[in-house]
């Protein structure tokens, strides 16, 4: 990996603090939490499981995805999600996918755990990392090696407000890495749930934001200190603009079990492909017929 001796202590470093002197060498770090731009719009989606939940369709300027914001103190215990990492391409870039709890709503702590990807001179790396906001975030370094192509499983499981573990699965490899995180000056809420690709900041400013492709989470579901099992589906959506002219950067789907984080809006084509995915995808776990008869329209639609 390119950059992993840059990342093995004390690796990304968090833009809202003062990075030490002898920190100064890393070229990127993570920013603190999301930074919104503008609302975009408020729309209700169909879950038969969440069908009290809105969900809230916004733009920001570093974070990507689905996020759960919209349940009180004390709501998640753990949230999981699994994807397949990105081919990169050109020009030269950084971006991160991630999972974690809380940092919308409750800004004060981030749980989260995920995957950083890097594109210099049009080498790519990757590099697993965990961390707990504010305080640093660190590099698992070599226990675990991450390629394009492998199939990660992450997951992040707070056992209290002030006590949690990080977990990373390479599906592909067999390697796993856990780390058990604790930070009594720093308690969660557990009342955010969030599956994202970030565009961090680095000295100060974003970062140039990698071509990813698509980041596309399965298998992502919020657990409750109550027992209950939540999909993205109802979560609130968020975009990437571009800070200095507004263009939209990402696009976003969501469904049951999945969240899908495109680089740059999705042509016809693959927009078609999303939704005759979402139907399968929603008829396979039976997730309500409803949700799959407004998607078969959207397509009707669409054509």
Known sequence: MIFAHFLTTLVLATAAFAVPQSLLRIPWGLSSHITRLMQLQYVKVPDTSLASKVSHVQYSTNWAGAIWESYPTGTFNKVVGTFTVPTLNGPDGSAMAWIGIDGSTCRSAILRTGIAFNLQNGVASYDAWYGWFPEYSRSFGNAISINAGDIIKLAVTASSTTDGIALIENMSNGQSVSKHLSSPSYPLCQ??????????????????????????????????????????????????????????????????????????????????????????TNIYYGSGAIISIIQLVQLRRIR
């Open 191 to 280: 009342q955010n749930a969030e599956w994202i690709v970030e565009d961090f900041e680095s000295g100060g400013s974003l970062s140039s934001f990698c071509n990813f492709g698509t980041v596309n989470f399965i298998d992502a579901y919020a657990y409750t200190n109550d027992g209950q099992t939540l999909s993205p589906s109802g979560a609130t959506e968020l975009g990437i603009t571009s800070s200095q002219n507004g263009q939209a950067l990402t696009s976003v789907h969501v469904d049951y079990g999945r969240v899908s984080i495109n680089r740059g809006e999705l042509g016809l084509f693959p927009r078609l492909l999303e939704l005759v995915m979402s139907v399968v």
